[in-house]
């Protein structure tokens, strides 16, 4: 596997980088990040107007003609952008976007430099079955996971989830190639409780996975980026809130160090042979205590501003290795820094009335409001509300009062669905 691409760039000129953003957040750390290195950072979007275009360090916007609904046009739009000469790379800070690096790399790195997986390696992480499989030959715990077709038996706690992290004619044969679909439903299941199968194999348009739930005693991530079969920079953090009382991504956390964790994301990685951004999910088991692996999401993940203010830069990290400098990364972060989403922290409330899980008791709306208020007290360090940037959250702040509550939660937790008998949002960053 190459480092970087096979075009021929100058890198001793100032250079550009392209961050494609849609109206979710997670970009915004990209863009400051960079910028604060000084680096010319073009923010592209199918949107006239994000909050992101308001940021001090967003130096170029650019309206792109397609959004990622229409597949192919999107990357034909990115690809227009790639064949500047001032753009040296590209972030990939969509599935969408990872997914095309992927699937048309040769039209891409004759372009631009980039830091992402080849197809192969991407579809063993897409593909959450293939992805058990592979966590298992490298000696790392994982739920069982079974293909709902296979299942005879309803007998434990289990969800159903998707079994691709998004699905594309590369990986299904009825898909069309200029279509791209992400499916966030899931689903919950006691003993005895038997599902319409069919039912759910049409919501979800292929046939997901059974997982056996695991009760959580602690969620810890693995964030890092890897070049060629090796890590770069790798970071941790735990969990301390997520999108809602039941599940989902990050919205408080804190930095912190397992050697556990670490041990079993290398085994893993290294067995892929990864190359690029990778963001692993562990929970700690609290029966066993053993750390259990659940997903890898393979591009910018939510949770990247509180790793840049700990101090692992990761997107300026990819920046070196898209320049073929992976040595230059000076990598350190510090352990104990927590932050918030601060939207977030409110579809957390909001989901103490909303959501509903039979394996897990609801606290009481009083005392989240309480922990909520204390820790941003204890805590007060916001991912998008920084004092030296005022105009992100105030557009932010406006366009979330224009679009309501509920779109706001929708804004902020990537639209995740719970579907059928009550469960928690898809387990992902």
Known sequence: MATGSACETDWTTPGSVLIPSGRKMKSYACMRSLGRQGIRTVVASEHDRIPHFASRFCDERVRIPASPDDLLAYRDALLDLAKRP????????????????????????????????????????????????????????????RLLSDVEEWDANVVIKPRYNILTDAYLDDVPPETAREVKNVRFLTPGEEPDTAEIR????????????????????YCALWNEGEPVATYQHRQIRQNSWVGGGGVYRESTHSQAVEDAAHDLLSH????????????????????????????????????????????????LCARGRPEAVDHDYETG??????????????????????????????????????????DPRFDYIRLDDPGLFLSALRETLSSGVTSSREYNTGGMHIRGSPGEPEQSD
Request: glycine content about 4%; some cysteine; charged content about 25%.
């Open 337 to 378: 820094v927590s932050s918030h989403i601060a939207y977030g922290e409110l579809a957390h409330l909001r989901s103490v009335l909303d959501d509903d899980s039979p394996f897990l008791d609801r606290p009481s709306y009083g005392g989240t409001l309480w922990e909520i208020a204390k820790s941003c007290v204890t």
């Open 202 to 221: 049409a919501e979800m348009g292929h046939d997901p996975i059974v997982q056996t739930f695991v009760p959580q005693a602690e969620k810890f991530l």
């Open 272 to 319: 892929l042979d990864w190359h690029g951004f990778a963001c692993v999910e562990y929970v700690r088991d609290e029966r066993t205590g053993e750390w259990k692996f659940l997903e890898i999401n393979p591009r910018v993940w939510q949770s990247m501003p509180e790793a840049v203010r700990a101090g692992a830069d990761f997107p300026y990290y990819y920046w």
């Open 86 to 145: 001032d753009v040296r790379t590209i972030v990939p800070v969509r599935e969408c976007d990872v997914y095309l690096f992927a699937r048309y790399r040769e039209a891409f790195e004759r372009e631009v430099s980039l830091v992402a997986p080849p197809l192969e390696t991407l579809a063993s992480a897409h593909d959450r079955l293939r992805l058990a499989e592979a966590a298992a030959d490298a000696g790392v715990p994982v739920p069982e996971t």
